[in-house]
């Protein structure tokens, strides 16, 4: 997964469904400062980010494409304050099924003594899945930490120059 952010006007966003937290978006395209024109095609987008994406609206967008599934993570207005918000249903649901099938794996262990070897698979695949969409979710948030670190950092060096000249 990575951190895409790119300073656009969305030019158009169409709404396909919108349920359990997220919205789907279809036909995503943005307009960059340079001119030049970008077509993201779907893009899941949490609810509490939903209204962002609205033709005309300006900023910076951060996507990211995590097993497939394209999303936006973040958005920030110009010269106003970040938003942050994950499109989490797919980790939600590979989370739910890791805890089914560690029931039943549990169950089947209690009631055969013995061990069935496709609950476990589909187990460890869904935990695998659930680990490894949790773990991109907290490196973007970690490298989007590191970014406005960097950019304060910037803007304070900048302002003490501009003193002591």
């Known amino acids: 997964m990575m951190n895409r952010p790119i300073d656009a006007v969305v030019v158009s966003a169409t709404l396909k469904s919108a349920r359990l937290g997220e919205r789907v978006y279809r036909d995503v395209a943005l307009r960059r400062r340079d001119g030049s024109e970008q077509r993201l095609g779907q893009v899941t987008v949490a609810d509490r980010l939903g209204e962002v994406l609205v033709p005309g609206r300006e900023g910076r967008f951060s996507f990211h494409d995590m097993m497939g599934a394209q999303g936006l993570h973040a958005y920030r207005p110009l010269g106003g304050e ?3 918000a994950f499109p989490m249903l797919i980790e ?3 989370g739910a099924l890791a ?3 560690l029931v039943l794996v549990s169950a089947w262990l209690a009631a055969e003594a013995g061990l069935q070897l496709v609950p476990l698979m589909l187990g460890v695949l ?4 659930w680990a490894t969409c949790r ?3 907290e490196a973007v ?3 989007l930490k590191y ?3 960097v950019a304060a950092a910037r803007s304070h060096r900048q302002a003490v120059l501009r003193s002591h000249a």
């Open 126 to 129: 869904a935990t695998t899945a």
């Open 135 to 137: 773990g991109c979710r």
């Open 92 to 94: 939600r649901v590979f």
């Open 82 to 84: 970040e938003k942050v």
């Open 141 to 143: 948030l970690h490298d």
């Open 99 to 101: 805890i089914l099938n």
């Open 147 to 149: 970014e406005s670190r």
